[in-house]
């Protein structure tokens, strides 16, 4: 099991950049694909970007497609995500998610592990 923490939220304008990350701990880091989701206010957690373990396999939501861009250092157990170009409606709660498994999917049931979320909240 894996325990994951993110930062790097905060408020940016409409135009502006972020990077988020995401720790985890213990030894098995490398053997997780993994996911970030987002979930605004009064909306269903959404799927945003995925990676597959060792980083080769990168998937996104079509919404951040261009603007956002998944990695991980597995050597540092950490995941990575950079958004450009944000926009308002990127405005959300960001999670990092874990699974045991070689590729990452679509589907928040698909992930075992979760961070408790950092804030992004885009002015416009």
């Known amino acids: 099991q894996v325990q994951l923490v993110e930062s790097g939220g905060g408020l940016v304008q409409a135009g502006g950049s972020l990077r988020l990350s995401c720790v985890a701990s213990?030894?098995?880091?490398?053997?997780?694909?993994m996911g970030w989701f987002r979930q605004a206010p009064g909306k269903e957690r959404e799927f945003v970007a995925g990676i597959s373990v060792r980083g080769g396999t990168t998937e996104y939501a079509d919404s951040v497609k261009g603007r956002f861009t998944i990695s991980r250092d597995n050597a540092k157990n950490t995941l990575y995500l950079q958004m450009n170009t944000l926009k308002p409606e990127d405005t959300a709660v960001y999670l990092c998610?874990?699974?045991?498994?070689?590729?990452?999917?679509?589907?928040?049931?698909?992930?075992?592990?979760w961070g408790q979320g950092t804030q992004v909240t885009v002015s416009s």
């Open positions: 213990g030894r098995t880091f490398s053997s997780y694909a």
């Open positions: 998610a874990g699974r045991r498994a070689t590729f990452s999917t679509l589907y928040v049931n698909d992930y075992s592990n």
